[in-house]
């Protein structure tokens, strides 16, 4: 699968620790391999989430693409 990133991921990214960021990286290449994440409710329902402590990786999947839309702490990142 492609990984795209969009301006609002990369900004979010830039904020993280570097702690974080290492883990995000993790998560991600497990996630260009095949691993899914949570499919999202309601009027999300066309995305998914990626878990990484408190931190959330949002991303969509269309045409065999993954597009990773934005990250940061679960209280924040669903607004």
């Not at 990286?25 to 499919?39: E, M, N, Q, T, V």
């Amino acid at each position: 699968m492609e990984i795209y990133f969009t301006d609002t991921f990369k900004k979010a990214y830039k904020k993280l620790d570097n702690e974080m960021k290492e883990k995000v990286k993790k998560a991600i290449s497990k996630l260009a391999s095949g691993a899914g994440g949570k499919r999202l409710h309601y009027n999300l329902r066309d995305y998914f989430s990626i878990r990484i402590a408190d931190t959330r990786v949002i991303y969509k999947v269309k045409d065999n693409k993954i597009m990773l839309l934005s990250c940061g702490h679960r209280k924040k990142i669903y607004r």
